[in-house]
C-alpha cells in the first residue's frame, strides 16, 4: 500500500535506552507487579524494575535446539520486572517514536528484523548490541497515533469476539451437562469397571519389526498417527493392539481430555508379523 507520507530511517539504538532484564524467570519470588518473560502470560515479582512503557525484546530463540525463531516481542507498561532472558526498548523521544507504535512495527516484522541476527549452534541467542542495529522506518508521529488506534480498535473487536464465542462455547457446554443430568437421573448407577472394564491387549515385541504409534489430542480433539518405531528402539515401552470402537485414554494428559474413540483406521494391519500401536 502507498502512503502519501515520508519516512525516516533510524537505529533502534539511536531512538531507545536499552536494558537487559535482571529477574531469573523461574527463581523470582512472586508478587504485586507483572514480570515479563518471554512465554505470552506474565509472571510476577515482589519488586520492578520498570517504569513507564517498553517494547520488550526476547534475547533467545523461541524453539532452541540450534533452530532460530522468536515467537513474539511484548509490549509492557506501567511498573513492572523484566526476565533477564529479555531486553526492554525504553523510547527515548515519544515526539519521534510512539512506543506502541514500536511495538507493533517489532512485533510484525520480527522474524525479518531480528531472527537472522540470532547465533549459536545448540543455544540460539540474539545480542543486545545487534538489537541497537537494527535500522527501521518511522512515519511521522501523528501517523503513527492514527495506526496505533486503527490497530488497538481492531484488537478490541477481536477480543471482544473471542469471549464472546468462549461465552458460547460455555454456555453449550453448560446445556449438554444439564441435558446429559436430566436423561440419567433415573438410570441405574454401574461402575465404570462393570460397563466398560479396562482391557489391553499385549503385543509380543520383534525387534526387526516397525510398529505404530497411536497418539490422543487433547481437549477431546481425536486419535493422530506417529512415525512408527522398530522394536529395537522401544526401550521399556509395553506395546498394546488398539481396536475400533475403543475407548482409549491417555496415561498422562487424559486430565486435560486426551480421550478419543478409537477409529477404522486407528487399528494396526492383521497380517502377520503386522505391527500395533502403542
Not at 36 to 53: F, H, K, L, N, P
Not at 123 to 150: C, F, H, M, T, Y
Amino acid at each position: 500500500m502507498k502512503t502519501k507520507w515520508q519516512t525516516r530511517q533510524f537505529r533502534i539504538g539511536d531512538i531507545c535506552f536499552l536494558e537487559k532484564g535482571t529477574y531469573p524467570t523461574m527463581k523470582t519470588t512472586p508478587g504485586e507487579y507483572p514480570l515479563v518473560v518471554t512465554a505470552a502470560y506474565r509472571r510476577s515479582a515482589t519488586t520492578y524494575q520498570i517504569d513507564g512503557e517498553a517494547v520488550c525484546v526476547p534475547l533467545i530463540s523461541s524453539a532452541g535446539h540450534g533452530r532460530a525463531t522468536m515467537n513474539r516481542v511484548h509490549y509492557e507498561t506501567g511498573k513492572f520486572a523484566l526476565a533477564n532472558l529479555l531486553v526492554a526498548l525504553i523510547v527515548k523521544d515519544p515526539g519521534i517514536c510512539l512506543p506502541k507504535y514500536l511495538y507493533h512495527l517489532l512485533n510484525h516484522n520480527r522474524e525479518r528484523y531480528f531472527v537472522p541476527l540470532m547465533t549459536g549452534v545448540a543455544n540460539v541467542s540474539l545480542k543486545a548490541q545487534d538489537i541497537g542495529d537494527v535500522l527501521i522506518s518511522l512515519p511521522p508521529i501523528d501517523q503513527q497515533v492514527r495506526l496505533v488506534e486503527k490497530i488497538d480498535s481492531v484488537d478490541t473487536r477481536i477480543a471482544e469476539a473471542r469471549r464472546l464465542r468462549e461465552s458460547i462455547k460455555e454456555e453449550r457446554e453448560e446445556l449438554l451437562r444439564a441435558y446429559a443430568r436430566e436423561i440419567a437421573k433415573d438410570a441405574p448407577r454401574r461402575s465404570m469397571q462393570q460397563v466398560a472394564p479396562v482391557t489391553r491387549r499385549p503385543v509380543k515385541v520383534d525387534k526387526t519389526a516397525m510398529y505404530p504409534e497411536l497418539g490422543i489430542r487433547s481437549f477431546g480433539r481425536g486419535t493422530f498417527h506417529k512415525q512408527p518405531i522398530s522394536g529395537a528402539n522401544l526401550g521399556r515401552k509395553r506395546l498394546f493392539h488398539i481396536e475400533p470402537g475403543d475407548l482409549v485414554f491417555s496415561n498422562v494428559f487424559s486430565w486435560e481430555g486426551a480421550i478419543a474413540v478409537a477409529q477404522d483406521g486407528d487399528a494396526a494391519p492383521s497380517t502377520p508379523g503386522a505391527s500395533s500401536p502403542i
